[in-house]
T-cell receptor, first 115, second 110 residues
């Protein structure tokens, strides 16, 4: 158990819909990262938040958005869903200090199926 | 940008040693990380290298050569539970974001 929690574990929805994925980082971690993993693309970085502020953006579509709240939990919002958005979505957290290895700890993921 | 290459699949026998290679092209990075991922589960951290050389952690070791754009993960005394995907990743030099390779699926047979 990494200490990172994600809800829900599974989500099935239809094209055109909007969903929200939730992540709670490990206690004390200020950085939250979102990743998408599909069979053909591998693990792709979407976006990072640090202590409530957006820090880095990766291959995140305009239909997707995220935020980090004062209690440090984060939500990833996916809208106008398409079949191709079906994937595993992981959240990870880290302390975000250079002095350590600063490894990222991953949550169990949310499996999104768009029908 | 960053480009990371790993073999797609490897097979090995229980008790053996296996080396998983990773080559990369990048304009700069601040650490190379190896993660293990079992099917449908979260990636788990194995090791990281910042400087050239070998880092050892129990049955796992990782090596980095910055001048050659090359790293490897060495797994000793293979066990059946080591059957998993192994992901090589680079940490961005500006932030702490990771770029992952597509992973090497290792199958350990009896």
């Amino acid at each position: 158990d990494s200490g990172v929690t994600q809800t829900p574990k599974h989500l099935i929805t239809a094209t055109g819909q909007r969903v929200t994925l939730r992540c709670s980082p490990r206690s004390g971690d200020l950085s939250v990262y979102w990743y998408q993993q599909s069979l053909d693309q591998g693990l792709q970085f979407l976006i990072q938040y640090y202590n409530g502020e957006e820090r880095a953006k990766g291959n995140i579509l305009e239909r997707f958005s995220a935020q980090q709240f004062p209690d440090l939990h984060s939500e990833l919002n996916l809208s106008s869903l398409e079949l191709g958005d079906s994937a595993l979505y992981f959240c990870a957290s880290s302390v975000d200090e250079v002095v350590t290895g600063n490894e990222q700890f991953f949550g169990p993921g949310t499996r999104l199926t768009v029908l | 940008g960053q480009n990371i290459d790993q073999p797609t699949e490897m097979t090995a026998t229980e008790g053996a040693i296996v080396q998983i290679n990773c080559t990369y092209q990048t304009s700069g990075f601040n650490g190379l990380f190896w993660y293990q991922q079992h099917a449908g589960e979260a990636p788990t951290f194995l090791s990281y290298n910042v400087l050239d050389g070998l880092e050892e952690k129990g049955r796992f070791s990782s090596f980095l050569s910055r001048s050659k754009g090359y790293s490897y993960l060495l797994l000793k005394e293979l066990q059946m539970k080591d059957s998993a995907s192994y992901l090589c990743s680079l940490r961005d030099s500006g932030y702490s974001t990771l770029t992952f390779g597509k992973g090497t699926m290792l199958l350990v047979s009896p």
